[in-house]
């Protein structure tokens, strides 16, 4: 049984090594620069950030202990885990929104002095004057500060299977079940030197893509997670344990994204299998009473395919979303992204935890724990769904091209920085050329890859006679190796009784 129980240790190490090591190997496209070591990507319209309690590094070791040594009993503990979590200010971070990798972007009109330097066109953004004119002279910059501040408690209940069936092989099982609670709110805090820079990208007509000027919150149940676990191990010191199971969202997909960054509770909507190995081995001992013990540990996640809808650029293209486009013969003219916000099927993939703790334990009274967590997620990939599959009606992209010059003629050559010359056929005669939906790139709406490390410490107060409590508190500092998640930092608190 020990030699199955080893072999089966190894088998899911080498497997969940193999799957983070592809996290780094999939994080690479051809719109990106890097920075000082840092991977840059820029003009998208989704940020998928890491959910508050994808966490295994802070609290996983003495959990487990906790979970796996119960006194005699009915096998069964509870714990409860408040955390708070803010985002801090990163350089880098802005471009992710903006385009041309920039933290800052310059809008100019046609008659401005930086026309040839500006980053977009300002009459693509319908900026009017006084006069209520499209107004030429436009000359400001623009940016963002992306925030977000997340909070909520964790509840769990774990339960020893022997006490349930009276089965040999489950006395090392156990069921465990928990919901995390969140409230999460975000904001770009869009800035501008002119304000009616920030006012056009957050106009009424712009339907989606929209960069809105206060924050928003959302509460709610991130998942529910059910495991089953086995403690493969547990002697000498040496504890090795296994679980394995599945997570149901608590938030439906993203079907209104009406504004950039928009609150979530969870994973957008998306089921996930989970797999989780730790290992505790002992360093050392003193005075009887007390011993270094390292804790080494590594989740895998991987997220079910959703049905969605993110609004898509231009190939080769940025912020091409917010140009203007037209019916022919029509002189109306409306942005492109509320034209070019399509039902997709989003393919999350992958999300891996692999942490590291040196914990100074003394016997049943406290410990203090210290170490790393690096994390790694891939980006989704994104499919166009059929429009019949769409359930929000919405006008046929083949029967719009770039505004051009007049009604009956496009300007497809445009950037969001300049406006090209009328599109034309063999003998000069200027012609209409729609739009189709491959001309767009399903990657601008994609929640890029990230890759993090957070740094955690942790006190913990424990005590398992008769009966077991433990009680914890711990803080972390996360930062981000891609501008495509966020740099955070958190405190946490955590209350445990089994009986």
Same mark, same amino acid.
């Given at each position: 049984?020990?030699?199955?129980?080893?072999?089966?240790?190894?088998?899911?190490?080498?497997?969940?090594?193999?799957?983070?090591?592809?996290?780094?190997?999939?994080?690479?496209?051809?719109?990106?620069?890097?920075?000082?070591?840092? $991977?840059?990507?820029?003009?998208?319209?989704?940020?998928?950030?890491?959910?508050?309690?994808?966490?295994?590094?802070?609290?996983?070791?003495?959990?487990?202990?906790?979970?796996?040594?119960?006194?005699?009993?009915?096998?069964?503990?509870?714990?409860?885990?408040?955390?708070?979590?803010?985002? &801090?200010?990163?350089?880098?971070?802005?471009?992710?929104?903006?385009?041309?990798?920039?933290?800052?972007?310059?809008?100019?009109? /046609?008659?401005?002095?930086?026309?040839?330097?500006?980053?977009?066109?300002?009459?693509?953004?319908?900026?009017?004057?006084?006069?209520?004119?499209?107004?030429?002279?436009?000359?400001?910059?623009?940016?963002?500060?992306?925030?977000?501040?997340?909070?909520?408690?964790?509840?769990?209940?774990?339960?020893?299977?022997?006490?349930?069936?009276?089965?040999?092989?489950?006395?090392?099982?156990?069921?465990?079940?928990?919901?995390?609670?969140?409230?999460?709110?975000?904001?770009?805090?869009?800035?501008?030197?002119?304000?009616?820079?920030?006012?056009?990208?957050?106009?009424?007509?712009?339907?989606?893509?929209?960069?809105?000027?206060?924050?928003?919150?959302?509460?709610?149940?991130?998942?529910?997670?059910?495991?089953?676990?086995?403690?493969?191990?547990?002697?000498?010191?040496?504890?090795?344990?296994?679980?394995?199971?599945?997570?149901?969202?608590?938030?439906?997909?993203?079907?209104?994204?009406?504004?950039?960054?928009?609150?979530?509770?969870?994973?957008?909507?998306?089921?996930?299998?989970?797999?989780?190995? $730790?290992?505790?081995?002992?360093?050392?001992?003193?005075?009887?009473?007390?011993?270094?013990?390292?804790?080494?540990?590594?989740?895998?996640?991987?997220?079910?395919?959703?049905?969605?809808?993110?609004?898509?650029?231009?190939?080769?293209?940025?912020?091409?979303?917010?140009?203007?486009?037209?019916?022919? !013969?029509?002189?109306?003219?409306?942005?492109?992204?509320?034209?070019?916000?399509?039902?997709?099927?989003?393919?999350?993939?992958?999300?891996?935890?692999?942490?590291?703790?040196?914990?100074?334990?003394?016997? /049943? #009274?406290?410990?203090?724990?210290? !170490?790393?967590?690096?994390?790694?997620?891939?980006?989704?990939?994104?499919?166009?769904?059929?429009?019949?599959?769409?359930?929000?009606?919405?006008?046929?992209?083949?029967?719009?091209?770039?505004?051009?010059?007049?009604?009956?003629?496009?300007?497809?050559?445009?950037?969001?920085?300049?406006?090209? #010359?009328?599109?034309?056929?063999?003998?000069?005669?200027?012609?209409?050329?729609?739009?189709?939906?491959?001309?767009? /790139?399903?990657?601008?709406?994609?929640?890029?890859?990230?890759?993090?490390?957070?740094?955690?410490?942790?006190?913990?107060?424990?005590?398992? &006679? /008769?009966? !077991?409590?433990?009680?914890?508190?711990?803080?972390?500092?996360?930062?981000?190796?891609?501008?495509?998640?966020?740099?955070?930092?958190?405190?946490?608190?955590?209350?445990?009784?089994?009986?």
């Amino acid at each position: 049984m020990k030699q199955n129980s080893t072999s089966l240790f190894f088998l899911i190490l080498a497997s969940i090594a193999c799957q983070a090591f592809a996290q780094t190997e999939q994080i690479g496209y051809s719109e990106t620069i890097a920075y000082r070591s840092k $991977i840059y990507r820029t003009s998208q319209t989704f940020m998928f950030p890491r959910p508050i309690y994808h966490t295994i590094g802070s609290i996983s070791g003495r959990v487990m202990h906790f979970i796996s040594r119960k006194p005699c009993g009915w096998g069964t503990s509870i714990r409860a885990v408040p955390i708070y979590q803010r985002s &801090e200010p990163e350089r880098g971070l802005p471009a992710y929104w903006l385009l041309s990798c920039k933290d800052k972007i310059v809008v100019a009109g /046609d008659d401005s002095a930086q026309k040839l330097t500006r980053d977009v066109r300002a009459e693509w953004l319908d900026i009017r004057n006084t006069q209520k004119a499209v107004d030429h002279t436009v000359d400001g910059t623009f940016t963002v500060c992306p925030r977000e501040r997340i909070g909520g408690v964790t509840i769990a209940i774990n339960q020893d299977l022997k006490s349930w069936f009276d089965w040999k092989w489950l006395n090392a099982w156990w069921l465990d079940i928990s919901i995390p609670i969140v409230s999460d709110e975000r904001s770009l805090m869009p800035q501008s030197s002119d304000a009616r820079i920030r006012n056009a990208l957050n106009r009424i007509d712009l339907e989606y893509a929209r960069f809105d000027t206060v924050a928003h919150s959302v509460v709610g149940a991130g998942e529910v997670r059910a495991t089953v676990g086995r403690t493969l191990l547990d002697e000498k010191g040496v504890l090795i344990s296994y679980q394995t199971g599945f997570a149901t969202p608590g938030e439906e997909r993203l079907e209104d994204p009406d504004y950039l960054f928009k609150p979530r509770t969870g994973s957008n909507g998306a089921w996930s299998i989970l797999n989780t190995l $730790i290992i505790q081995l002992p360093l050392g001992y003193c005075c009887d009473q007390s011993a270094f013990q390292l804790c080494a540990a590594i989740e895998h996640r991987f997220l079910s395919s959703t049905h969605q809808r993110r609004t898509l650029d231009l190939r080769d293209k940025q912020w091409s979303r917010y140009m203007l486009v037209r019916r022919k !013969g029509e002189e109306q003219t409306i942005p492109l992204a509320n034209v070019s916000t399509f039902s997709v099927e989003v393919k999350p993939h992958s999300f891996v935890n692999i942490a590291g703790t040196l914990c100074f334990h003394h016997v /049943d #009274a406290w410990s203090f724990e210290a !170490g790393f967590e690096f994390w790694a997620h891939d980006s989704e990939q994104v499919k166009l769904r059929d429009n019949c599959c769409d359930n929000k009606s919405k006008p046929r992209i083949e029967f719009y091209g770039i505004a051009g010059s007049t009604v009956d003629c496009t300007a497809s050559q445009s950037t969001i920085a300049e406006l090209a #010359a009328d599109d034309t056929d063999s003998e000069g005669n200027k012609i209409f050329v729609p739009l189709h939906e491959s001309d767009f /790139d399903p990657m601008s709406a994609s929640g890029r890859g990230g890759i993090g490390t957070r740094l955690n410490f942790a006190l913990f107060a424990d005590r398992t &006679e /008769d009966y !077991g409590t433990l009680v914890g508190l711990g803080g972390y500092y996360e930062f981000p190796h891609t501008n495509t998640t966020l740099k955070n930092w958190g405190v946490w608190a955590l209350l445990g009784y089994t009986w």
